[in-house]
């Protein structure tokens, strides 16, 4: 196995104390490798908003080990220290909504990373619009976030994600909006992506046209993952949004 | 690092000026305020100014003239300027009323002045047109904001005065302008009253036996002269010779004189301290609510601008926004909307100061002081928002 990508190992997530305690993971065991793409599905209410949490460090397990890249994250009770800076630097979202700043326009909602990681502004927007042009939305570079088409949001949300060149994009149901062609469209992008920038992506969804585009899959079913081996369908390369 | 709160202000613009420009309103009647402050105690100082006193000689234990009532007694004058130090001294009386001018009245500071002499404490330092009072009687130099114009007849009491000259920003300390009169006149002016009630005194007086002696002729008509005369005044004005410390020669005159003896700085701590210090808390407390008032304007537009945001900011703060810099984001935009509100609160009090009907004075410190307070109010404001925005999980970016 690659020494980037994703391992989760035992993780378990409690919320609460005592008798109202709701044990959302019990026992979530994953990897994706570097360059790879990975559905996890479930039904509603069985953990999986509650491990890209986890993964995306904005909630602590409550035990297990977690490991982005080449860094331990998590290792029951312990933690990285500067959580923020992992997430910057480490981790790339896309969102069911695009959730674009709606002050800036599609460059700088892409730049705003790298700068916020110390990025001069002329190189944080070259990079921005190497992305922009990666997901072919560079003729819009310049519009804001409510004068671009759903797909179009995405397609920027996408490319904020992976700006940073994270090891890790978590994506919480991308295509949840889209029609099938534009679905098909983003995951294409994430399956490109993911060779390109040796990203392990973990892609959450209920949407059945996108399922059989995955070579592997994690069911989880009450805070517990099975592996499946996916269809591994071939993407429709004419596909666009 | 681009900056977040131009951005976000840039975007909304109009609502943050439209903000601004009612936050500006409300800021615009504060500097106002503080104006008619100011207005109130150069109204002062340019009584005392104009008067062309270095001391006031008032009725013993009294703060007169202006503050409270005082009569001394009109030949005081004499043996106050063979005082050492003294260079003049002249009787000058002070009655505010309302004057006549045609079929409406005016109120007015009516002040009784020795004529003929240009130079005389208690005369007009300048006028802006005509001459100085040259007759003994009936005749007026009156401040322009009264509306008299030269050539126009005052009704004061029962006699008619001519207005030969006219002067500017000669007022009583409560705003009211000026109206000079002769000594004499003005005196009169005070006690005048109308031909019934003398007839009625004459006749009360006639009746009296103690007054009326058939053995004593004469007597009658020398106690109803002495009636009917008044031979008191508010103040003797003092001015002293070069060399002459005022503190000094007002000790010598309070320990002769069996008077009051106030200087000039003395004089301004009565009118600012006691005259005027009912209404300068009454603004006072008016300045305070207001900027109660402003404060909540401010904390609860930034407050709602940030509600807008919260799904923002879970955003920033996931993709690794410092809080540092979200807060920074909220207090840069109330700062921006305090600045674009003291703008147009000083555009809106320098248009507004001229149209009051009292003096309002706008001083740059008073604006300095108002806009380091608008900073200091936005940013308080923009706390409980910071801290709305700073509780904002991450977490709730994600499902
Ligand atoms: N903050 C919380 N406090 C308590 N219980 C929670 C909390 N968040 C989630 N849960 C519970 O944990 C379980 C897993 O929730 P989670 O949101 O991970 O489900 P999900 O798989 O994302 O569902 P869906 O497909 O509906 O989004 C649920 O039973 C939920 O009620
Ligand atoms: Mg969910």
Same mark, same amino acid.
């Given at each position: 196995?690659d020494?980037?990508?994703?391992? !989760?190992?035992?993780?378990?997530?409690?919320?609460g104390?005592?008798?109202?305690?709701v044990h959302?993971?019990?026992?979530?065991?994953?990897?994706?490798?570097?360059?790879?793409?990975?559905?996890?599905?479930? &039904?509603?209410?069985?953990?999986k908003?509650t491990?890209?949490?986890?993964l995306?460090?904005?909630?602590?397990? @409550?035990?297990?080990?977690?490991?982005?890249?080449?860094e331990?994250?998590?290792?029951?009770?312990?933690?990285?220290?500067?959580?923020?800076?992992?997430?910057?630097?480490?981790?790339?979202?896309?969102?069911?909504?695009?959730?674009?700043?709606p002050?800036?326009?599609?460059?700088?909602?892409?730049?705003?990373?790298?700068?916020?990681?110390?990025?001069p502004?002329?190189a944080?927007?070259?990079?921005?619009h190497?992305? #922009?042009?990666?997901?072919?939305?560079?003729?819009?570079?310049? +519009?804001? =976030?409510?004068?671009?088409?759903?797909?179009?949001?995405?397609? *920027?949300?996408?490319?904020?994600?992976?700006?940073n060149?994270?090891?890790v994009?978590l994506?919480d149901?991308?295509?949840a909006?889209?029609?099938?062609?534009?679905?098909?469209? *983003?995951?294409?992008?994430?399956n490109?992506?993911?060779?390109?920038?040796?990203?392990?992506?973990?892609?959450v969804?209920?949407d059945?046209?996108?399922?059989?585009?995955?070579k592997?899959?994690?069911?989880?079913?009450?805070?517990?993952?099975?592996?499946?081996?996916?269809?591994?369908?071939?993407?429709?390369h004419?596909?666009?949004t | 690092?681009?900056?977040?709160?131009?951005?976000?202000?840039?975007?909304?613009?109009?609502?943050?000026?439209?903000?601004?420009?009612?936050?500006?309103?409300?800021?615009?009647?504060?500097?106002?305020?503080?104006?008619?402050y100011?207005?109130?105690?150069?109204?002062?100082?340019?009584?005392?100014?104009?008067?062309?006193?270095?001391?006031?000689?008032?009725?013993?234990?009294?703060?007169?003239?202006? +503050?409270?009532?005082?009569?001394?007694?009109d030949? #005081?004058?004499?043996?106050?300027? %063979?005082? =050492?130090?003294?260079?003049?001294?002249?009787?000058?009386?002070?009655?505010?009323?309302?004057?006549?001018?045609?079929?409406?009245?005016?109120?007015?500071m009516?002040v009784g002045?020795?004529p003929?002499?240009?130079?005389?404490?208690?005369? &007009?330092?300048?006028l802006?047109?005509?001459r100085?009072?040259?007759?003994?009687?009936?005749?007026?130099?009156?401040?322009?904001a009264?509306?008299?114009r030269?050539?126009?007849?005052?009704?004061?009491r029962?006699?008619?005065?001519?207005?030969?000259?006219?002067?500017?920003?000669?007022?009583s300390s409560?705003?009211?302008?000026?109206?000079?009169?002769?000594?004499?006149?003005?005196?009169?002016a005070?006690?005048?009253?109308?031909?019934?009630? !003398? #007839?009625?005194?004459?006749?009360? @007086?006639a009746?009296? &036996?103690?007054?009326?002696?058939?053995?004593?002729?004469?007597?009658?008509?020398?106690?109803?002269?002495?009636?009917?005369?008044?031979?008191y005044?508010?103040?003797?004005?003092?001015?002293?010779?070069?060399?002459?410390?005022?503190?000094?020669?007002?000790?010598?005159?309070?320990?002769?004189?069996?008077?009051?003896?106030?200087?000039r700085?003395?004089?301004?701590?009565?009118?600012?301290?006691?005259?005027?210090?009912?209404?300068?808390?009454?603004?006072?407390?008016? #300045?305070?609510?207001?900027a109660?008032?402003s404060?909540?304007?401010?904390?609860?537009?930034?407050?709602?601008?940030?509600?807008?945001?919260?799904?923002e900011?879970?955003?920033?703060?996931?993709?690794?926004t410092?809080?540092?810099?979200?807060?920074?984001? !909220?207090?840069?935009q109330?700062l921006?909307?305090?600045v674009?509100?003291?703008?147009?609160?000083?555009?809106?009090?320098t248009?507004?100061?001229? !149209?009051f009907?009292?003096?309002v004075?706008?001083?740059?410190?008073?604006? %300095? +002081?108002?806009?380091?307070?608008v900073?200091?109010i936005?940013?308080?404001?923009?706390?409980?928002?910071?801290?709305?925005?700073?509780?904002?999980? &991450? +977490?709730?970016?994600?499902?």
């Open positions: 196995m020494k980037r990508g994703i391992r !989760i190992e035992g993780l378990s997530k409690r919320y104390e005592g008798a109202t305690a959302a993971l019990k026992d979530v065991n994953l990897h994706v490798d570097a360059g790879e793409v990975v559905g996890l599905i479930g &039904p509603s209410g069985s953990g908003s491990l890209l949490k986890c995306g460090a904005v909630i602590d397990p @409550t035990a297990g080990r977690m490991i982005l890249g080449d331990v994250t998590y290792d029951n009770g312990w933690k990285v220290r500067d959580l923020r800076a992992l997430r910057r630097d480490k981790i790339g979202f896309v969102f069911q909504a695009p959730y674009l700043i002050f800036l326009d599609a460059t700088d909602n892409v730049a705003l990373l790298p700068m916020l990681a110390g990025m502004n002329a944080a927007r070259a990079k921005a190497e992305l #922009l042009t990666a997901l072919d939305v560079q003729h819009r570079a310049q +519009a804001m =976030p409510a004068e671009l088409s759903g797909g179009e949001q995405q397609r *920027v949300s996408i490319a904020r994600g992976l700006v060149q994270p090891p994009i994506a149901e991308p295509t909006p889209l029609d099938s062609a534009r679905a098909m469209a *983003v995951v294409r992008i994430l490109d992506m993911a060779r390109k920038y040796a990203t392990a992506i973990i892609v969804t209920h059945e046209k996108i399922i059989p585009t995955f592997r899959i994690y069911h989880i079913r009450e805070g517990v993952t099975h592996e499946e081996a996916g269809e591994g369908r071939a993407i429709d004419g596909a666009s | 690092m681009i900056s977040l709160a131009g951005r976000d202000i840039l975007h909304a613009w109009g609502k943050f000026l439209f903000t601004g420009i009612g936050l500006g309103l409300l800021i615009g009647v504060t500097l106002t305020m503080a104006g008619v100011r207005g109130m105690v150069d109204d002062g100082k340019a009584l005392l100014d104009n008067s062309g006193a270095d001391l006031w000689i008032v009725q013993k234990n009294t703060l007169g003239p202006y +503050a409270e009532a005082s009569s001394v007694h030949d #005081l004058y004499r043996s106050i300027r %063979i005082t =050492p130090g003294v260079a003049m001294a002249a009787n000058v009386t002070y009655l505010t009323m309302q004057v006549r001018k045609g079929d409406s009245d005016v109120r007015a009516v002045i020795t003929g002499q240009v130079g005389t404490p208690g005369w &007009p330092p300048y802006v047109s005509g100085p009072i040259s007759r003994s009687h009936y005749e007026a130099v009156a401040d322009i009264s509306g008299f030269i050539g126009d007849l005052i009704r004061i029962r006699h008619e005065y001519n207005v030969v000259g006219l002067t500017r920003r000669m007022v409560s705003g009211d302008p000026m109206i000079f009169i002769p000594l004499k006149d003005a005196q009169q005070q006690f005048l009253k109308d031909n019934e009630a !003398i #007839l009625q005194g004459r006749r009360r @007086t009746g009296n &036996p103690a007054f009326n002696r058939p053995a004593v002729p004469g007597l009658l008509d020398s106690v109803i002269a002495s009636q009917s005369g008044n031979p005044v508010n103040a003797v004005l003092v001015t002293v010779r070069p060399g002459f410390a005022a503190e000094d020669v007002a000790a010598s005159i309070r320990r002769w004189q069996r008077v009051t003896a106030y200087t700085t003395q004089m301004e701590g009565i009118l600012v301290g006691k005259l005027i210090a009912t209404s300068a808390r009454q603004i006072g407390m008016f #300045l305070v609510i207001l109660v008032v404060a909540a304007i401010v904390a609860f537009i930034i407050y709602s601008l940030t509600m807008d945001k919260i799904r900011i879970a955003v920033l703060k996931l993709i690794g410092r809080n540092r810099t979200i807060a920074a984001m !909220i207090m840069q109330a921006v909307l305090g674009i509100g003291f703008v147009v609160g000083k555009i809106t009090a248009f507004a100061a001229p !149209i009907p009292k003096y004075l706008l001083i740059p410190l008073d604006s %300095i +002081a108002g806009f380091l307070a900073l200091a936005c940013m308080l404001a923009s706390v409980v928002a910071i801290r709305m925005a700073l509780k904002v999980d &991450p +977490a709730e970016a994600i499902g």
